[in-house]
Structure formats: C-alpha cells, structure tokens
C-alpha cells in the first residue's frame, strides 16, 4: 500500500482519542497509538489486513484457518488413530498464533477458546481425548459451539441450533427429534473427524 490511499489510512488511524462512560462518570480524554477504531466501517476490513499473517501461521501446521472479523476457526481432519498426533499439531499451532500475537501487540485469550471433535456417534464414541492444554488454560472438548450466531453441534444434526429458534419460527405442526434431522450412525469409520477452536 503506497501513495494516497497509504496517507488516507495513516490519516484515518492518527490522533484518534476515546473517552468511556462508567457508573455515570465521563473519563478524561485518552490519546490512542494503537488499536482499530470501534464502530467503524473500515474497522473490520483494516483489522483482517492487520491479522492476515495470522493464515500463515496456521498454514505451517499443516493447519486451516477461517477469519471472520475478529472470529477465527482452525480446523483439522484426521482420521481417527491420528486423533493424539492432530491435538500436538494443534497446541503447537495455539502456540505459536500466541507468540505471533503478543509480536504483533494482541492478545490470545485462551479462557475464550472452545474445542469441539465432529464426527458420527461411532467415531465420537471412539475418541477419549476430552480435555487440551492450551496455553495456561485446559479447555474441555464441547459438545457444541456458538460460531457467529450459529449453535453447531459434535453430530452437526443442528438439533441444538433448531432447539434455540423462537417459537414462532418453528412450523406449526410438530417439531423434529435430533434423530429426524440428522442419522449419523451410518457414516463409515474411515471418514474424517475434524477439530475446531476459535482463539
């Protein structure tokens, strides 16, 4: 990025100050040298730029990232004798997204981060792994996430996410059994599982 579009994101990123309102009381006025100003419309767009290293680093794990915003998700597929191997790649690749973070003045919460296996009842069944050290946090496997509003369940039946509907989106007649919605007793072995974090 060079010449005027360069001086028109120095120009929108400089001087910036804030001021924030607690219990009532207006604080002083703060001056800011970092950070992506809240509310904006370039904000998004200026803080994926800042973090789009980020898909490198995960990459060299052998690894696949999906960035939304400020939401991020790795994923891996593996099969299942692999599941001990995927999870030292795993924490490996949290470790070093940690250390690319604090070089880049972020912070890594691993109190925020959740762990889900998705698979079929058999090969879930089958996997004992159920907590992950990451970082100074153990994070427990879920059994379902919140990902951008959308309840995902281990089975991916949307069984939960159905269950979060207001009633009046639900069709008048019957609701549907998790069993209704998805029969994943069928998939066989061999197929993948996969593994999601959001840091």
Same mark, same amino acid.
């Given at each position: 990025?060079?010449?005027?579009v360069l001086?028109?994101?120095?120009?929108?990123?400089?001087?910036?100050?804030?001021r924030?309102?607690?219990?009532?009381?207006?604080?002083?006025?703060? =001056?800011?040298?970092?950070?992506?100003?809240?509310?904006?419309?370039?904000g998004?767009?200026?803080?994926?730029?800042?973090?789009?290293?980020?898909?490198?680093?995960?990459?060299? =794990?052998g690894?696949?990232?999906?960035?939304?915003?400020?939401?991020?998700?790795?994923?891996?597929?593996?099969?299942?004798?692999?599941?001990? =191997?995927?999870?030292?790649?795993?924490?490996?690749?949290?470790?070093?997204?940690?250390?690319?973070?604090s070089?880049?003045?972020?912070?890594?919460?691993?109190?925020k981060?959740?762990?889900?296996?998705?698979?079929?009842?058999?090969?879930?069944?089958?996997?004992?792994?159920?907590?992950?050290?990451?970082?100074?946090?153990?994070?427990?496997?879920?059994?379902?996430?919140?990902?951008?509003?959308?309840?995902?369940d281990?089975?991916?039946?949307m069984?939960?996410?159905?269950?979060?509907?207001?009633?009046?989106?639900?069709?008048?007649t019957?609701?549907?059994?998790?069993d209704?919605?998805?029969?994943t007793s069928?998939?066989?072995?061999?197929?993948?599982?996969?593994?999601?974090?959001?840091?």
């Amino acid at each position: 990025m060079t010449g005027v579009v360069l001086d028109w994101i120095s120009c929108f990123m400089r001087e910036r100050t804030q001021r924030i309102v607690f219990d009532g009381q207006l604080s002083t006025t703060q =001056h800011l040298a970092f950070g992506v100003p809240q509310g904006s419309v370039l904000g998004p767009l200026i803080y994926v730029l800042y973090t789009a290293e980020l898909s490198c680093v995960v990459a060299e =794990h052998g690894l696949r990232l999906h960035q939304y915003a400020d939401d991020s998700q790795i994923y891996i597929s593996v099969a299942l004798r692999d599941a001990t =191997h995927a999870v030292q790649r795993f924490t490996d690749c949290v470790s070093d997204i940690s250390d690319w973070m604090s070089a880049s003045r972020l912070r890594l919460n691993p109190t925020k981060m959740e762990v889900m296996w998705l698979g079929s009842n058999r090969q879930l069944g089958q996997i004992t792994i159920i907590v992950i050290p990451l970082q100074s946090a153990i994070v427990r496997v879920s059994e379902s996430a919140r990902d951008l509003g959308i309840v995902l369940d281990c089975k991916l039946s949307m069984s939960e996410r159905i269950c979060a509907l207001p009633i009046w989106f639900l069709p008048p007649t019957t609701t549907p059994t998790s069993d209704q919605i998805a029969d994943t007793s069928s998939c066989p072995d061999s197929s993948p599982d996969i593994y999601i974090v959001s840091p």
